[in-house]
Structure formats: structure tokens, C-alpha cells
């Protein structure tokens, strides 16, 4: 015999289904109704800091919602992601990520605070910026041959600086002193910002930093720059020559930046998110802001941005496993 009470449960239960699916479906469609959180994985004064904070007026016009922006620095940028990782799919916490949390940290970890693949929706590439390899003013070499001839003779007494193990600051030394031959030591920050402080003081020798961080004190003669990691030379900096250009052929690296969500974000979301990221990187005088700070404008479907990252994440785990880098 059926228990009539389980049996007029289960009627409820099934009677209450279809209305579910609607109230859900109407949260979705009312996206934002609230602020949103976008994380930052660095301190502020860093290239994802700045294009956070950019981007940030123009999203919250486009959302209607505030627009708060949250500095969670710490373990190379990988606290701010693992923590969008684990928020709620429903739109109210987004991460500023970089190709150094989003590509870079599996093949790097034993045991990864999140699966690069499985744990994100990508949302839209933010924008790009090449690398510049900065020197403090009073330094003894006025050219990146001079700073090798220095380095050749002095192995392991030049420091360089990086916002994090594994970041692409970290990468992109690592690649110099393979090519060049050179021994650099490493000193790992939580972000760039104290970065420039120390390059500015003289008590680093190099950073190969985002070039947004650091063009105004390049323009005002504060630190100096000797390269940028870009194939070609950078439109803000037209007199810096490319490292590749200087003798080391292929030689590229660069960071971009990518608004994603936590995995199984609905795609009503989603769109929302896109269409307002896509209207910031073009509106003109945000574009233009992007520009004159050495940002290289992103934009695109969720579709690329999630291509971006599959992509990057193969080319640098081969570059990590040609460098040895390891985080355990």
C-alpha cells in the first residue's frame, strides 16, 4: 500500500516544480538587482588594479548597480580567483583575472586552488599590455646589453622584482636570463605597485612589469626603461627597442586581463556581463583612458575569452616546464 502521506508530498513537490523554473528564470532577467563585487587579485597601483577601477564607472552604468572593486592580494593573484571560484554562480561576484592566475597556475601547482577549466565562465578579455623592462634612474646601464654585461659579470647580484611566483613578470625575467645566459635573483611581491616603490628608491635592480604601472615615472624621468616584450614596439614608448629586436629572436610576453564569473553562471548573466564589459572597452573616452595608460583595448564574446585562456594555458605549460618553475 502507498503511504497517502508520502504520496501527497511528492504531488506537492511536483506541483510546486513549475513554478521554480519561472522565479529562477525571472532572478536572471532582473540581473543586477544588487552591487556587484569585482575581485582583484593584487594590490592597488598594479596593471589589474588600474584597468579594474577603469573599466568599473562604465559596467556600473551599464548594470545599474554599483560596481565595487575589492583588492584581495596574495599567493600571485590565485586568493582573488580561488575566491570567485567558490562564489555563488549568480552574477554578484566577478574576478579581474590574468593570464598568470587564469593560464599559468595549473601546470605550476602540485595542488591548484582551483581548476583553470573547470571552475570559471570567461566573460570578455578587458585588455592587453605589453611588459617593459624597468630600471631604477641612477642605474649604471643606460641599455638592456649593458644590464646583461653587468649581470654576466655579477651572476646572481642583480635582483628582479615580480608581483608573484609564476606571474608573467616571473616568466618573463626567467625567459631573459635563459636567452641572455644570465643568473638574476628573484624577489616576489604582492603586487606591483610596492614594486615601482622599491625600482623608484633603488633597492631593485629590474622589473619586467606592465607598462601601465610604470609609464608615468618613465615619462618623468623617474625610472627608466631598456626593453618591451612585445614583437613590435609600443606606440606610448616608440624609442624603447622590442628584447627580440635586441638580439633575441621570438622573444614575446605579455598580460592580459579577463572579467570571469564561477563556473555555471546562467546565460542571461553571462550576456549581461559581456554586453556591459564589451560597452566599456569601447566607449570612447574609457578607450582612450585605456590607451594613454598603456592598455591595449580587449573586447570580444565569452566564446574568445574562453579560447584565450585554453589556449595561453597550453603555450605556458611548456614554458613553465622549460623553466623548472614549480610551486608545491
Known amino acids: 500500500m502507498i503511504d497517502r502521506r508520502r504520496l501527497l508530498g511528492t504531488g506537492a513537490a511536483l506541483a510546486a516544480a513549475p513554478l521554480l523554473a519561472p522565479r529562477r528564470a525571472s532572478a536572471q532577467a532582473d540581473y543586477p538587482n544588487r552591487s556587484v563585487t569585482m575581485l582583484v587579485g593584487f594590490a592597488p597601483g598594479g596593471g589589474t588594479d588600474i584597468i579594474a577601477r577603469l573599466l568599473a564607472p562604465t559596467l556600473q552604468a551599464e548594470l545599474g548597480q554599483p560596481v565595487a572593486v575589492e583588492n584581495r592580494a596574495g599567493a600571485s593573484g590565485t586568493v582573488a580567483s580561488a575566491a570567485a571560484a567558490r562564489a555563488k554562480p549568480d552574477g554578484y561576484t566577478l574576478v579581474m583575472g590574468t593570464v598568470s592566475t587564469q593560464s599559468v ?58 608581483s608573484g611566483i609564476a606571474t608573467q613578470q616571473h616568466l618573463a625575467a626567467e625567459m631573459l636570463c635563459q636567452a641572455a645566459g644570465i643568473q638574476m635573483t628573484h624577489v616576489p611581491y604582492r603586487g606591483t605597485g610596492p614594486v615601482l616603490n622599491d625600482l623608484m628608491a633603488g633597492t631593485l635592480d629590474l622589473a619586467i612589469d606592465t607598462l601601465p604601472t610604470h609609464l ?113
Not at 577549466?117 to 641612477?138: E, N, S, Y
Not at 651572476?155 to 628582479?160: C, E, I, R
Not at 574609457?286 to 595608460?293: C, G, H, N, P, V
Open 105 to 162: 597556475v595549473g601546470p605550476l601547482m602540485k595542488n591548484p586552488p582551483y581548476d583553470q577549466a573547470r571552475d570559471f565562465t570567461p566573460l570578455m578579455l578587458a585588455g592587453t599590455v605589453p611588459l617593459v623592462a624597468v630600471v631604477p634612474a641612477k642605474a649604471p646601464y643606460n641599455d638592456l646589453a649593458g644590464l646583461i654585461a653587468f649581470a654576466k659579470a655579477n651572476p646572481g647580484k642583480l635582483n628582479y622584482a615580480s
Open 216 to 328: 608615468p615615472h618613465l615619462r618623468a624621468g623617474t625610472t627608466k626603461a631598456l626593453a618591451v616584450t612585445m614583437p613590435a614596439r609600443v606606440a606610448s614608448l616608440p624609442e624603447v627597442p622590442t628584447i627580440a629586436e635586441l638580439g633575441y629572436p621570438g622573444f614575446e610576453i605579455n598580460v592580459w586581463y579577463m572579467m570571469l564569473g564561477p563556473a555555471g553562471l546562467p546565460a542571461p548573466v553571462v550576456e549581461r556581463c559581456v554586453r556591459a564589459g564589451n560597452k566599456a572597452v569601447s566607449d570612447p573616452m574609457i578607450r582612450t583612458r585605456l590607451e594613454e595608460a598603456g592598455f591595449i583595448p580587449g573586447g570580444g564574446s565569452a566564446e574568445d575569452a574562453a579560447n584565450l585562456v585554453r589556449r595561453d594555458a597550453e603555450r605556458y605549460a611548456a614554458l613553465v616546464q622549460k623553466a623548472g618553475i614549480r610551486i608545491d
